[in-house]
Nanobody
Framework: QVQLVESGGGLVQAGDSLRLSCAAS????????MAWFRQPPGKEREFVGF????????DYADSVKGRFTISRDNAKNTVYLQMNSLKPEDTAVYYC??????????????????WGQGTQVTVSS
């Protein structure tokens, strides 16, 4: 089992930056690909970005590409989401997800076995 706990959400203004953290515990953290998803109010959960087990491979949704950066510190069992130039449409609950295997698309909710409880990010205009 893997436990994931997000932190760092809050209320910010458009154009501001915010960094989310996801602390993992349980099984060997470095074996899993990790991702961030978000769920805007009244909408389905959507892919934000992915980072492979080594940190060398990353991918992002087009809506955040160039503004958001995912990184990981395996020594601290933590993955980060640096969000710059935030927009009101970035408002959502942000979830950290852990991938237990290479099966399934990494851009889909179904591709992940472990989820955090979520952290709210609100961007005011």
């Amino acid at each position: 089992q893997v436990q994931l706990v997000e932190s760092g959400g809050g209320l910010v203004q458009a154009g501001d930056s915010l960094r989310l953290s996801c602390a993992a515990s349980g099984r060997t953290f470095s074996m899993y690909g990790m991702a961030w998803f978000r769920q805007p109010p009244g909408k389905e959960r959507e892919f934000v970005g992915f980072i492979g087990w080594s940190g060398a491979n990353t991918d992002y949704a087009d809506s955040v590409k160039g503004r958001f950066t995912i990184s990981r510190d395996n020594a601290k069992n933590t993955v980060y989401l640096q969000m710059n130039s935030l927009k009101p449409e970035d408002t959502a609950v942000y979830y950290c997800a852990g991938r237990g295997s290479a099966s399934g698309p990494y851009t889909r909710v179904s591709g992940y076995d472990y989820w955090g409880q979520g952290t709210q990010v609100t961007v005011s205009s």
